[in-house]
């Protein structure tokens, strides 16, 4: 079968013969294939050919349809007993095309693909994985589950294939996930933390909350949790209210507190920024540099430079190389209401300093910036001075279009009154994430 598969996809690849003539084209001289070894020929080709044309999502959907129409259980019989080929690339055809053909909860092919488990090419296991999720039999998702718990992720490829198919698996794959990470073993546990982040699907987000209230998880890894719901770009959107919810139910501060609840609240404090920007766009961490002169008028190194690395003169405002420059350092806001406080850092009746933050987005789009604040403040978006806000008037939401990718948002707050508060939101754009550096 080798052989004549090599030269039936140089073949169809050059477009000098039809799939109807090829086969009689080969000069094969060995023992005549019946009709349906030819077909399962055609489909391993044509799944070779599917995967090299990903980017042509025509010729893709034009060979899927030829699949379809030469796929039989004749076929299916002949694949599966291709899953044991001398060849590890015969193998894994087979199982990348039984899972583009075979139809869901299709028990025999399942229980023909749990054989091969012990498959020992990487290539080939990771194709088999993902036909277990795309057939997705009863207990698919149990033993997909069970093996991520033993895969020590030494092979990206076998790792992504992985967490594809529990993904296919649905609901029944991320229960399966969740009572893993609940198994009282870290192990699991960080086994389960290390490919949540990386889901996509409505279950995975649906399920989210339960691994965020895992009373084992980490506050710093339900952080980073919470911040992953901006990865679901789904329509409808998932509904944010039990992550609302769980915000509520977190501990807040109140007057007569020990030293132990004051603990509690403080390791605490990373989750409720993170929930915060997830359900109201708040911008809740910031580099800031200063202090530099007050004056309005007069423009500082920040304004050109915006590089989380550079240094400042304060005398003169300008970057520098200098040891005794000032440099940008991370400030988070306020958990209660999201405001930034910068009086602490940089006290002064006329001085001013500058915060920094980058919105990414994965493709251009509107939005709105809500501003807010003790002191005057002026804010520009991606080199564009964007308003003058005095906490005396107010300001309305300020419409803007962030480009896809990186977008720089800077801030230059002015003492007044010896107030130096602001706090910002992005509203409206769809996977915004906020950082302090660019990744």
């Known amino acids: 079968m080798k052989t004549r598969l090599t030269i039936l996809a140089a ?12 086969q009689e084209k080969t000069g094969d001289t060995s023992d005549p294939p019946t009709e349906a070894v030819r077909r399962a020929d055609y489909c391993l080709v044509l799944v070779d050919l599917i995967q090299a044309n990903e980017k042509s999502s025509i010729v893709q959907l034009s060979l899927s349809g030829v699949l379809a129409s030469l796929f039989d259980r004749d076929v299916e019989k002949i694949l599966a007993a291709t899953l044991r080929d001398p060849q590890s690339s015969m193998r894994r055809l087979a199982a990348e095309t039984l899972a583009r053909t075979v139809p869901q909860g299709d028990a025999a092919i399942h229980e023909t693909l749990i054989t091969v488990l012990n498959e020992t090419d990487p290539r080939a296991l990771a194709a088999i994985y993902r036909a277990l999720g795309s057939i997705n039999a009863e207990g698919a998702a149990d033993i997909l589950v069970n093996a991520l718990a033993f895969d020590e992720g030494k092979n990206k490829e076998v790792r992504t294939a992985l967490v594809t198919a529990i993904e296919a698996t649905g609901k029944s794959g991320i229960d399966r996930l969740l009572a893993l990470a609940d198994s009282g073993s870290d192990k699991d546990l960080e086994r389960v933390l290390e490919v949540y982040p990386a889901l996509r699907t409505r279950a995975a987000g649906e399920g989210l909350i339960e691994l965020v209230k895992n009373y084992h998880v980490p506050p710093a890894q339900k952080a ?40 509690k609240i403080a390791e605490l404090l990373p989750v409720r920024l993170a929930a915060m920007e997830i359900l109201r766009g708040q911008v809740v961490e910031f580099l800031v540099v200063g202090p530099f002169d ?29 040891a005794i420059g000032v440099t940008w350092q991370p400030r988070q806001a306020e958990p209660n209401d999201g405001t930034v406080e910068l009086a602490p850092l940089f006290s002064g009746p006329k001085v001013s300093a500058y915060a920094l933050a980058f919105v990414h987005s994965p493709k251009s789009q509107p939005a709105k910036l809500f501003v807010e604040g003790s002191a005057v403040a002026r804010y520009w978006l991606n080199g564009k001075q964007l308003l003058d806000f005095a906490p005396c008037c107010g300001a309305d939401p300020i419409p803007v279009t962030l480009q896809e990718g990186w977008n720089t948002v800077l801030v230059r707050v002015f003492a007044t009154k010896e107030e130096m508060a602001f706090a910002l939101r992005v509203i409206g754009g769809e996977g915004l994430r906020f950082a302090t550096r660019k990744d």
């Open 294 to 322: 007050g004056s309005m008028d007069a423009a500082h190194g920040p304004e050109k430079n915006c590089d989380p690395n550079s240094r400042f003169d304060p005398k003169t405002g300008q970057a520098t190389t200098n």
């Open 11 to 22: 073949l169809i690849f050059s477009g000098t013969l039809t799939l109807a003539s090829a």
């Open 224 to 263: 980073t949790l919470i911040r992953s719901y901006a990865n679901f770009h789904l329509d409808p959107s998932i509904s944010l209210e039990p992550l609302e919810k769980y915000l509520k139910s977190l501990t807040t501060r109140k007057k007569g507190d020990g030293p132990m609840e004051a603990a």
